[in-house]
């Protein structure tokens, strides 16, 4: 089972890492040289982030995982933890702006909650698959 685990995971953060860099630096665009409000600019990187996000995750990472979901079934489920995620994502990067710590740490802590909670939910709900050992 680690064997299998392993590239997947591996695919995972890599597709993680695409969100993650892409939206970063959107959000440093906006919010540093356009100087918009952090909201905003973190909702164009979010943008950007959950759709190349979805892309690697659905057709690389768990591509052979997921045979019996029609595609629509997929995108919803995506959204449906996206958008607690999103809630979740702000109110940490929010609250740790509150105490006086810059969003672009906070991108930081939020990201480390999320690999663990997205890998999680995409891997038992949005991407099903048989998550049951094969013989070899």
Do not use: C
Not at 14 to 20: E, I, R, T, V
Not at 88 to 113: C, E, N, Q, R, W
């Amino acid at each position: 089972m680690a064997r299998k685990l392993s590239p997947q995971f591996i695919k995972y953060l890599a597709g993680g890492s695409l969100y993650f860099w892409s939206g970063y630096a959107i959000f440093a665009i906006g919010y540093s040289l356009l100087h918009l409000w952090w909201l905003w600019a973190k909702m164009a990187a979010d943008i950007v982030g959950w759709t190349l996000n979805y892309l690697a995750q659905r057709y690389w990472a768990f591509a052979p995982s997921h045979p019996h979901l029609r595609e629509i079934e997929h995108i919803k489920r995506y959204l449906v933890i996206e958008s607690i995620g999103f809630v979740l994502d702000y109110l940490i990067i929010a609250g740790l702006k509150s105490i006086g710590i810059t969003p672009y740490i906070g991108f930081f802590v939020s990201a480390g909650f999320f690999t663990v909670w997205s890998y999680l939910w995409y891997k038992y709900w949005v991407f099903p698959g048989n998550n049951r050992s094969t013989p070899s």
